[in-house]
């Protein structure tokens, strides 16, 4: 069972950063396609920021300029830099994986931030940014 383990939540300021990681344990990582989602409470999970197998990146508008996805696929191993963070992007962070991935074939696997398919979810961190 390939697993998903977050790192890098904590509480911040208004302005400040972070550095989310999420660590996959599998040999096929640099295959998969990958995004992270949030979700504060009482709202529906949402898409944050997606790369897909290809290193193509999207990102959802209320996180576009401040926020950048990225992965190490010698490390397996994704990433989210959180820049200039505002109390509306308080929620849990969710890292997802898709195993198929990208061809001409299969079209985007990524839209507007959002990974459009998802086999595996890691357990969240949850990121508090204060005014």
């Known amino acids: 069972q390939v697993q998903l383990v977050e790192s890098g939540g904590g509480s911040v300021q208004a302005g400040g950063s972070l550095k989310l990681t999420c660590r996959v344990s599998t040999s096929s990582f640099s295959n998969y396609c990958m995004g992270w989602f949030r979700q504060a409470p009482g709202k529906e999970r949402e898409g944050v920021a997606g790369i897909d197998s290809e290193g193509s990146t999207s990102y959802a508008d209320s996180v576009k300029g401040r926020f950048t996805i990225s992965r190490d696929n010698a490390k397996n191993t994704l990433y989210l830099q959180m820049n200039s963070l505002k109390p509306e992007d308080t929620a849990m962070y969710y890292c997802?994986?898709?195993?198929?991935?990208?061809?001409?074939?299969?079209?985007?696997?990524?839209?507007?931030?959002?990974?459009?398919?998802?086999?595996?979810w890691g357990q969240g961190t949850q990121v508090t940014v204060s005014s």
């Open positions: 997802a994986a898709d195993r198929v991935p990208y061809s001409p074939t299969t079209g985007p696997r990524v839209v507007a931030g959002t990974l459009l398919g998802v086999d595996y």
